[in-house]
T-cell receptor, first 114, second 118 residues
Framework: EAGVTQSPTHLIKTRGQQATLRCSPI?????VYWYQQALGLGLQFLLW???????NRGNFPPRFSGRQFPNYSSELNVNALELEDSALYLCASSLGLAGGYEQYFGPGTRLTVT | AQTVTQSQPEMSVQEAETVTLSCTYDTSESDYYLFWYKQPPSRQMILVIR??????QNATENRFSVNFQKAAKSFSLKISDSQLGDAAMYFCAYRRGYSGGGADGLTFGKGTHLIIQP
């Protein structure tokens, strides 16, 4: 069974541009989560989607947005990129709304903003 | 808001020995879950073990076990018979349950870098 996949592996953008990151969950999983792992800041929760709806978001500005498609894959968009947006962005998926369901992570997208 | 604290930035252990990684958390919720994740140099986060707050019995997965002390809000990970492949960053994580205020994402500690000495 395929795990969580993310694309691209690496992404290089300049300040002010927009970045789009993609995630495909494990088959059967309806929830997708996005996390940012920035140097010195640790892992921070960004967004959670389930059944096409945004369920919760972390303490990030509105220029971080996303969506979930009918096939449960998800897209994270970061607008007006800033240098401090450089980080590893991890996507995870789980079975659904219950808090106890394990989250399985993808390999991440390394975003570099110059 | 909940917080997770890992007080050991780095730990070192001899191969085949036992090591314990510490984690404390702060929450006012009664329904929650705790997890340990491992992140090797490849950066892929791997779930190691999970504990439900309502369960008194400590979770065990092969060489990995936890000591869950709910009153003390402590959740340590014990790795027995350490192997070279255990070398990684280990993150303790908390997640509120779906009942009550609703679940959200995982809250992670800063991590403990585990070094295995051959």
């Amino acid at each position: 069974e395929a795990g969580v996949t993310q694309s691209p592996t690496h992404l290089i953008k300049t300040r002010g541009q927009q970045a789009t990151l993609r995630c495909s969950p494990i088959s059967g999983h309806t929830s997708v989560y996005w996390y940012q792992q920035a140097l010195g800041l640790g892992l921070q929760f960004l967004l959670w989607y389930d059944e096409g709806e945004e369920r919760n978001r972390g303490n990030f500005p509105p220029r971080f947005s996303g969506r979930q498609f009918p096939n449960y894959s998800s897209e994270l968009n970061v607008n007006a990129l800033e240098l401090e947006d450089s980080a590893l962005y991890l996507c995870a998926s789980s079975l659904g709304l219950a808090g106890g369901y394990e989250q399985y992570f993808g390999p991440g997208t390394r975003l570099t903003v110059t | 808001a909940q917080t997770v604290t890992q007080s050991q930035p780095e730990m070192s252990v001899q191969e085949a020995e036992t090591v314990t990684l510490s984690c404390t958390y702060d929450t006012s919720e009664s329904d929650y879950y705790l997890f340990w994740y491992k992140q090797p140099p490849s950066r892929q986060m791997i779930l190691v073990i999970r504990q439900e707050a309502y369960k008194q019995q400590n979770a065990t997965e092969n060489r990995f076990s936890v000591n869950f002390q709910k009153a003390a809000k402590s959740f340590s990970l014990k790795i027995s018979d350490s192997q070279l492949g255990d070398a990684a960053m280990y993150f303790c994580a908390y997640r509120r349950g779906y009942s009550g205020g609703g679940a959200d994402g995982l809250t992670f500690g800063k991590g403990t870098h585990l070094i295995i000495q051959p």
